[in-house]
């Protein structure tokens, strides 16, 4: 079982910056690949960034793409979302999530979630 806490969430202006952070409890962190997704008000829940275990592969949507860094450090059992150049559209509930397979990344095939972390940015 792997518990997930995310943190690093706020109000940030447009074109501001965030790094958000999720620790995960346990001593199976490095057999996860590790996601992060966002639901904005009124919409679905949508994959952000994904890594796999090693950290060599990513994923990004194309509406991060280049301006989003996922990353993870193994010693600490933390994965990271790195949030650059933030556009109101970004604004939504930060989740994120652990899983045993690489893919595909929606909602029904993710093992663990955490609660969320609220980014807001204001126009």
């Known amino acids: 079982q792997v518990q997930l806490v995310e943190s690093g969430g706020g109000l940030v202006q447009a074109g501001g910056s965030l790094r958000l952070s999720c620790a995960a409890s346990?001593?199976?962190?490095?057999?996860?690949?590790m996601g992060w997704f966002r639901q904005a008000p009124g919409k679905e829940r949508e994959i952000v960034a994904a890594?796999?275990?090693?950290?060599?592969?990513?994923y990004y949507a194309d509406s991060v793409k280049d301006r989003f860094t996922i990353s993870r450090d193994s010693a600490k059992n933390t994965v990271y979302l790195q949030m650059y150049s933030l556009k109101p559209e970004d604004t939504a509930v930060y989740y994120c999530?652990?899983?045993?397979?690489?893919?595909?990344?929606?909602?029904?095939?993710?093992?663990?979630w955490g609660k969320g972390t609220l980014v807001t940015v204001s126009s």
């Open positions: 999530t652990a899983s045993t397979d690489w893919g595909p990344w929606i909602t029904s095939g993710m093992d663990h």
């Open positions: 346990g001593r199976t962190f490095s057999t996860y690949a």
């Open positions: 890594i796999n275990r090693s950290g060599g592969n990513v």
